[in-house]
């Protein structure tokens, strides 16, 4: 699976829109993109996945670039509770297992 | 709630014991996968059955072990524990083998003192 990079940690005020970037330039043509959270020691949450196009679901949308080296998670309208380390993951057709990196700490202010 | 469920929520044991985690899929899902997730390594990918069969292995010690039943819930045993194998256990289940979205269950603690 490509290597992602994320920023180790953003703030964002509450109720503004929230955009985390992720960089995945190894990427090749059939590994989808999927973002994960975990909200202090939970279990991970599934947010949005996508391949080519931009998706949008009821939690965030996802715009990947169209060369797919990068893409970039928006939380339209942050709140207290996104707070979490958001992990972007990079997935490859057949391949079962999530590989989780580092991801990014994600600190809605008040 | 992903609507996975895993027993129990917390667990102290001391070090060379063994001890079974369980996991409920969520309805309809074929495929459990098991995460560790330690202080220092992060989450890591132990293990994954499909239908009653291991599908891929990932990390996953040779003291470890799981199995899927024919009701589809799933158990991890760990046995001679260490003090190393303290951490969170993660069950995650989809409806497919492969490339499929994951949820995940709540957890398991474990402390091994």
């Not at chain 1, 109720?15 to 059939?30: D, E, F, M, Q, V």
């Not at chain 2, 459990?32 to 239908?51: C, E, P, R, T």
Request: some cysteine.
């Amino acid at each position: 699976d490509a290597k992602t990079t994320q920023p180790t940690s953003m703030d964002c005020a509450e109720g503004r829109a929230a955009n985390l970037p992720c960089n995945h330039s190894t990427i090749s043509g059939n590994e989808y993109v999927y973002w994960y959270r975990q909200i202090h020691s939970q279990g991970p949450q599934y947010i949005i996945h996508g391949l080519k196009n931009n998706e949008t679901n009821e939690m965030a949308s996802l715009i990947i670039t169209e060369d797919r080296k990068s893409s970039t998670l928006i939380l339209p309208h942050a709140t207290l509770r996104d707070t979490a380390v958001y992990y972007c993951i990079v997935l490859d057709t057949g391949r079962r297992a999530l590989t989780f990196g580092s991801g990014t700490r994600l600190q809605v202010q008040p | 709630d992903s609507g996975v469920t895993q027993t129990p929520k917390h667990l102290i044991t001391a070090t060379g014991q063994r001890v079974t985690l369980r996991c409920s899929p969520r309805s309809g899902d074929l495929s459990v996968y098991w995460y560790q997730q330690s202080l220092d390594q992060g989450l890591q990918f132990l293990i994954q059955y499909y239908n009653g069969e291991e599908r891929a292995k990932g990390n996953i010690l040779e003291r470890f072990s799981a199995q899927q039943f024919p009701d589809l819930h799933s158990e991890l045993n760990l046995s001679s524990l260490e003090l190393g194998d303290s951490a969170l256990y993660f069950c995650a289940s989809s409806v497919r083998a492969d490339q499929e979205t994951q949820y995940f269950g709540p957890g398991t603690r474990l402390l091994v003192l």
